[in-house]
């Protein structure tokens, strides 16, 4: 994989999945505030990492959900280093029952994980994949705006004071025909 495939999983994903239109971003504030709260207990514990690795960890996030749908790992290694697999596994923390075990454990106890079906997977990361895709275009419009870290200065007012516990991941996801919302 070069780098032109490594950033144009974006522009894929968008297409299959969608984007989350500009002023909608309440709609789905149960799955964006687990993923940003992450994103900021992991940049409190890791100051000196910047926006750069947190835009690299948000597309191997990407990568890695994509390999789950289509049934084959992507091969991203050479993307990856520390730095920014600090974002990636923050990321996936909030939306992946394959990286989160209370995730995977309480879907599986409804009886509702069904992981080798490719349709279900795809309705089960839409959300996340437009979460993730959403937060990409802010941090590259707060580092426009407030230079190379101004994102991570968003969230900073938007959520340091309430973001208790930097070792516990928050995670969110629905569950069931009724779309019950899970979230911890």
């Known amino acids: 994989m070069n780098s032109y495939q490594f950033e144009r999983i974006v522009s894929h994903m968008a297409k299959k999945y969608g984007k989350i239109k500009k002023g909608d971003e309440n709609l789905y504030n149960f799955i964006l505030i687990p993923i940003e709260g992450n994103i900021w207990k992991r940049h409190r514990q890791h100051p000196q990492l910047s926006a750069v690795r947190l835009k690299e960890g948000l597309l191997l996030a990407l990568h890695t959900i994509n390999g789950y749908i289509i049934g084959q790992k992507a091969d991203t290694e050479a993307f990856e280093t520390e730095d920014n697999l600090i974002f990636r596994d923050a990321v996936l923390a909030a939306v992946d029952p394959f990286s989160n075990e209370e995730i995977y454990s309480l879907l599986t106890e409804k009886g509702e994980f ?5 349709a279900y997977l795809e309705q089960f990361y839409q959300e996340p994949i437009m979460c993730i895709i959403r937060i990409l ?14 994102y991570f200065d968003s969230l900073e007012e938007y959520l340091g004071k309430d973001t208790e516990d930097d070792n516990k991941m928050n995670y969110a996801f629905k569950v069931g025909s009724t ?5 911890r």
């Open 114 to 118: 069904h992981e080798n079906d490719k």
């Open 137 to 150: 275009e802010s941090v590259d419009f707060w580092s426009k705006i407030n230079a190379g870290n101004g």
């Open 179 to 183: 779309h019950e919302v899970i979230q």
